[in-house]
Nanobody, 120 residues
Framework: QVQLVESGGGLVQAGGSLRLSCAASGRTFSNYVLGWFRQAPGKEREFVASISWRGTYTYYRDSVKGRFTISRDNAKKTVYLQMNSLKAEDTAVYYC?????????????WGQGTQVTVSS
């Protein structure tokens, strides 16, 4: 089992920045690929970014490339999502997820989510 707890969400003006954190407990953190997803009201949850076991590979959805950066600290068992140049359309509940596979179709573990609201 892996437990994931997100933090760092909040209200920010358009153009501003936030850094989300996701702390993990349980099994060996470095055995898992970590991802960030988001779900806006009335929309399906969507992939935002993911990072491989040691951080060698990162993946992003097109709309956040150049603005968001995913990183991880295996010693602290934490994954981060630095979000810059935020837009109103980035407003959503953000979830972190973990899975042993690099590009899983479904993710094994999920956090409870943290709200990000971008005011325009």
């Amino acid at each position: 089992q892996v437990q994931l707890v997100e933090s760092g969400g909040g209200l920010v003006q358009a153009g501003g920045s936030l850094r989300l954190s996701c702390a993990a407990s349980g099994r060996t953190f470095s055995n898992y690929v970590l991802g960030w997803f988001r779900q806006a009201p009335g929309k399906e949850r969507e992939f935002v970014a993911s990072i491989s076991w040691r951080g060698t590979y990162t993946y992003y959805r097109d709309s956040v490339k150049g603005r968001f950066t995913i990183s991880r600290d295996n010693a602290k068992k934490t994954v981060y999502l630095q979000m810059n140049s935020l837009k109103a359309e980035d407003t959503a509940v953000y979830y972190c997820a973990a899975d042993p596979q690099l590009r899983p179709t479904t993710w094994d573990y999920w956090g409870q989510g943290t709200q990000v609201t971008v005011s325009s």
